[in-house]
């Protein structure tokens, strides 16, 4: 007996000695995984803009448009209610100060890491009339460099196109050729090579035993022969640039980047200050663009299966491209690509200039330096200067083509609503360089994002609900264009305070697409063509058409759950509706759990959740249909989710039904490493099969130690490690 006893003690204590260490790993592992992803940014914003004053207000542009048969006169537009951005019967958005005092202690200026203390050392430099790189050794860059002996060679990185689909990770090929072929200060590269890595080999003073070894890889926009057609003489055919910054709303453009904000207001962009996402994050806020459907309506048309790839499906860069356009698509950050987080991208090329395998290659092969979360430093440069260098080298040598171009940023914006101002006076330089060397004469320029901060604390505010729903939005007509088509102009400038959508960029760019200079009907969005309606918005219409003074959400495709047209009454969270509410919420969250749970990797399951509490709850009448509608926000356990959910309901019964999707507005950490399905990611707390919750609390921050294990191995294998980050 006495002997059982001691042994039971024994086993305690060695238990808790193993619970010790556990702890301890734990700890360890949390505090190297908080000092790799969270740089301490506690700047004070200097020398900020404050836009928030009646000097800003001035900036009104008071224009509207009447629409008289099918000419347009534009007059000064009254109908803009101070303190409003948006004013109508059904459709009040007030204009809330970038600076409001609800936020205020949440600003700070962030600076992201250098990514090389000097220049690098290696570079391309584009001859533009030649349409030519020559390799570029930068000796003077560092004293110890000046010298050294410097030897360089570059080896091709390669991407084939597939007939058929090959693997889940077609879109994740390239191939760097083996061979390392030397290369001298000064000489031109292979007109062939598109993207290579260089790999040099330093000697200080020839000493070989002290020889140190630099790799970067580079990118060239190479002559691919493709059709082109010249549009430089040709004004209503114009290209079409669009830059996006992920994540950043028209009010966080305004704070956290006022150089690029001032710079797009005095420059001929137009902003649309009533501009209102469709969807929660950016997959489907992007395909309501690139395609005029949402995404449910694109899953039925040509991606049956989210382990398809999307190659079949009618992005917009396909038409442009039949119709002699010259088209690009680059984004910075791979592993969280807007096709492929979740998903599987495409098996060929989707454009005729497509950044993955560069990107993918910078990532794999140069040292990377985080940046709150993101990969910004890929080797010497950072992934957005990769971008905009890239950028420009394919704007000077199509400045006289028709193109259509995406460039896409997410890595110095994505994760935190401070640090898009570390790349403020970058992203104002290239735009300046841009336009002070006319190159953007035969382009439409759009300047936006796909949605505001999704998370964080700023997201808890009022000011952050309202932001995340009403992303930047900026457009500039070419000279050429304004002429040609002056109505097109004066529609755009006067809906700057009128509720728009995604879905009608779609449509002005396929009207740019479509339109011919000869068409009798100017204001008419080419109704002989299919390209009239977007699908997933059949009332929404071209930006060059003035939108309707009274348009509700509904008619902009906007669901009531990303409506900020009412204003919201706060109820008490213990109240029956939004208890009841709350309960429905959890219910609507398991089921889609249960719809999709054969896309967890096996052994594993989502988690059934329940609700620990209504967080808060608002109720409004949508002033579009006169219905009451809720927003709830509720915290689910296992694992403290925080789910925004609108919902209303049925006039006899009572019976509840959903308004919309169901935004995650914390970060879900580690939680759903079980699964990389995009429709699951936000929601699946991941657990081992058969695993029973504990009765107890399980807070957001505390993981068990097989997960962390789990999770260990995911990072090992190299598939999800930034999938903590939501998209
Ligand atoms: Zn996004």
Redesign the pocket.
Known sequence: MVLRVFMTEKNNARKCTNDAIKIILYVVFMTTLFLLYFNDNNYEIENSIDYHSAEYNSHYRKVIITENSSKISTKIDDNVKEGYVVWNDNCQIPNISAYDKTIKNLIKKSNSPKCFSTLPLTSVILDVDKWSYTFKINHGVHSQISKSIVNCCYSPIIRNDLKFKNNPKDDDRYKVEPKCYPINDSEIIPKSVEYMMVTCELRPNGDKLKSAVYKDIHAMVIDKGQRRFRNADIPDKPSVLIISI??LSRLNLIRSMPITYRLLETHGFMSLEGYTKVAD??FP?VVPILTGMFVNQMTKRCWNSPKDEMDECPFLWKDFKKRGYVTAYLEDEPSMGTYNFGKYGFRNAPTDYYSRPYMLAAEHYLPVVKYDGMSFCLGPRSAPDRVYAYMEDFVKLHRHHGYFAVFWLNTFS?NDVNTPSAMDQRTADVLSKLLDGRLLDNAVTVVLS??GLRFGAIRETHVGWLEDRMPAFYARLPTGYVTARPSHRAALAANKHRLTSPFDLHLTLKQLLFQQLNDDDDNNTNSSLPVAMAEGCPTCHSLFRLADANRSCEQAGIAPHWCTCDEYEELDRRSRIAMDGGKYVVQQLNALLAKYRMMVRKGYACSNLSLRKTVSARSRVNRGNGRREYLLVVETLPGRSMFEVTIGQEDGSGAFGMLGDISRINMYGFQSYCTDDWRLKKHCYCVKKNWKPAEDVTPACVVSVLQMYNIAKTVLRGTTFLAPYL?
């Open positions: 992920d994540s994050n950016t806020n994505h796909d949605h998209l």
